[in-house]
């Protein structure tokens, strides 16, 4: 959903960059969320990892609702 909405969001002439941003920070985030989660869990213990974990996932959802009605906004 994520990827589909960058040219939705952005203007025509912006979206080189919004795509270069988009990707820097997906790519980025995958590569350092492993090694934070491992700290964290080696320092707290694997529960806390995995709350932390389910957290940030859940954070999602609250983001992609405040994200839909923009969209569905483009479309009608």
Do not use: C, K, N
């Amino acid at each position: 959903m994520l990827y589909g909405s960058v040219p939705e969001l952005v203007m025509p002439e912006r979206r080189a960059r919004a795509f270069g941003i988009f990707y820097t920070g997906t790519i980025g985030s995958g590569a350092v969320a492993p090694a934070l989660y491992g700290f964290v869990g080696d320092a707290y213990g694997v529960p806390v990892a995995l709350v932390i974990v389910a957290a940030v996932v859940l954070l999602t959802l609250p983001l992609s609702l405040v994200l839909r009605p923009v969209l569905f906004a483009r479309h009608t």
